[in-house]
């Protein structure tokens, strides 16, 4: 089948080295433009683009994918089906119809469930204990589309967005080509969603990253978990950004936002019920490190309360 691929963070790059290794004929993969990046802001592909180009795929990277312009680059590669895996941008009418076969996204929820942009994150820190992947069939709307396949699997208590995120991209892969293979032997027909079931994954901020210690430690460590590796959870201590890498469930009780220390190894905040213990925590412009070695150099912020600002 011919295939044109849309996608750009790392969650999109083994889809399309199924497809390459499937036999499929990927014409073309279209990502978005280069953008600077890290602390020296050097202009930096997208994922999907240096593995395409590893793989000698001729890449498309339009501004914006509703230009007409736009369009008619896709129509020129004549792909039997687009295949979309966190591409960054809606698409128009025209593409949707241009293929054969449509259109059909990779999407990293159980739809209906998490529509939208970050579905992964707002799984885990809603707590969730399962998610999976949704092979859809796309439409004009945010993740409305008929459902083509569907699987599950289950959400680890320590599990972050960065670990579910890579779990579901190989599972999307495989599912994906068990998916067009179906499509292509016309044995698969889209089922419509139940809209009533509906909830959204907006995008997220960067001071979605905040704290507030007012949470349960259970509601505290689920964000830590759905915000690493970004925009990753974070608070002020005396002033300085203090980020809070990785944490688990303690017994007992504290004042909200107040930094404990449990033993000569061990840290954990105050919440609004129940401790959080501190695994991993990362000093404003210094390496992670573990509460104990937080300690050896720190000792003095035991007892001190974090600040929603600086």
């Known amino acids: ?80 089906v687009i295949v979309v895996a966190a591409y960054g941008q809606i698409l128009p009418r025209e593409v949707l119809t241009l293929p054969k076969y449509g259109c059909i996204n990779i999407h990293a929820s159980l739809l209906p469930a998490y529509r939208g942009a970050a579905p992964i994150n707002w799984a885990i820190i809603n707590g969730e204990t399962r998610t999976g992947v949704t092979i859809m069939q796309m439409d004009e709307g945010m993740d409305t589309g008929g459902i083509l396949a569907q699987e599950s699997m289950p959400i680890g208590p320590h599990d972050t967005a960065g670990d579910l995120r890579s779990k579901l991209s190989e599972l999307g892969s495989r599912l994906l080509i068990d998916t067009l293979s179906r499509i292509e032997s016309g044995g698969l027909t889209a089922v419509p969603q139940d809209n009533s079931k509906a909830s959204t994954a907006p995008l997220l901020k960067k001071d ?74 990362q000093p404003e412009g210094k390496k992670p490190m573990s509460a104990a070695e937080f300690l050896r150099g720190h000792r003095e912020a035991v007892g001190k309360k974090f600040s929603k600002s600086p």
């Open 1 to 80: 089948m011919k295939v044109v691929y849309m996608g750009t963070p790392l969650f999109a790059v083994p889809p399309l080295q199924s497809l390459i290794t499937a036999g499929h004929e990927v014409v073309g993969v279209v990502t978005r433009i280069d953008k600077p990046a890290g602390r020296g802001k050097v202009l930096t592909p997208p994922a999907v683009k240096v593995a395409a180009m590893r793989s000698e795929v001729p890449v498309f990277q339009p501004k914006r994918i509703r230009e007409p312009e736009s369009v008619a680059a896709i129509r020129a590669m004549g792909p039997d």
């Open 208 to 281: 979605d990253g905040l704290i507030d210690w007012t949470m349960s430690a259970r509601e505290i460590h689920n964000r830590v978990r759905g915000l690493s590796p970004w925009p990753g959870a974070h608070g002020y201590l005396e002033g300085k950004l203090l980020k809070v890498l990785a944490t688990d469930i303690a017994e007992g009780s504290g004042a909200p936002g107040t930094l404990y220390e449990q033993d000569r190894d061990s840290l954990a905040m105050g919440t609004g019920s129940g401790l959080l213990r501190i695994v991993t925590i």
